[in-house]
């Protein structure tokens, strides 16, 4: 089934470790999407790529980092991880950045730091 | 930065309609989305507008204004199924999506 895969599930982390979460699609979109979603400030984007090998900042970049070597993947990476970090991760692709592409989201990683 | 508001909650019984609203201001503007996130889960698609006026699509319509900076979600005919929460986003002048924070609907039998 075409979609878009998140791994893991879900993570409990120790402050200070590095992680990184896993996204790929296999509808061959050009442009994908970190988010993170927190209770009472929904989705907010952390980095973006329009098409692969090419990244961009978000709203709330700081502490993350991204790449896109190849069309289906987009990791992020977390470098150091702090507790405000903790939060639902998801990720989006997209067909391209043209104003009517809906974005279609992957399942989600829920991510604790402690 | 962007300012996308909607109501926190919103109850109402099975059969019955119910009017989301969502204002926003934002830097620039290129279509406004609404999506459907059941809890535990994915948001879904469900609209796009990007010119004034109505938008059917089934049980569900989602209207524009953008002189107005406003938009509603209207869920017509409810079912239990609809008990979700209901982000409205907009695509700003950059072409990337801004939420609010959405509005989380309950419906009792």
């Known amino acids: 089934i075409a979609g878009i895969t998140q791994a893991p599930t879900s993570q409990i982390l120790a402050a200070g470790r590095r992680m990184t979460l896993r996204c790929t699609q296999d509808m061959r979109h050009n442009a994908m999407y970190w988010y993170r979603q927190d209770l009472g400030l929904g989705l907010r984007l952390i980095h973006y790529s329009n098409t692969a090998g090419t990244t961009g900042k978000g709203e709330v970049p700081d502490g993350y980092s991204v790449s896109r070597a190849n069309t289906d993947d987009f990791p992020l990476t977390l470098a150091s991880a702090v507790p405000s970090q903790t939060s639902v991760y998801f990720c989006?692709?997209?067909?391209?950045?043209?104003?009517?592409?809906?974005?279609?989201f992957g399942p989600g990683t829920r991510l604790t730091v402690l | 930065g962007q300012n996308i508001d909607q109501p926190t909650e919103m109850t109402a019984t099975e059969g019955a309609i119910v009017q989301i609203n969502c204002t926003y201001q934002?830097?620039?503007?290129?279509?406004l989305f609404w999506y459907q996130q059941h809890a535990g889960e994915a948001p879904t698609f469900l609209s796009y507008n990007v010119l004034d006026g109505l938008e059917e699509k089934g049980r569900f319509s989602s209207f524009l204004s953008r002189s107005k900076g406003y938009s509603y979600l209207l869920l017509k005919e409810l079912q239990m199924k609809d008990s979700a929460s209901y982000l409205c986003?907009?695509?700003?002048?950059?072409?990337?999506?801004?939420f609010g924070a959405g509005t989380t609907v309950t419906v009792r039998a």
């Open positions: 989006a692709s997209s067909q391209g950045i043209a104003a009517y592409n809906e974005q279609f």
């Open positions: 934002t830097s620039g503007f290129n279509g």
């Open positions: 986003a907009v695509r700003d002048s950059d072409y990337k999506l801004s």
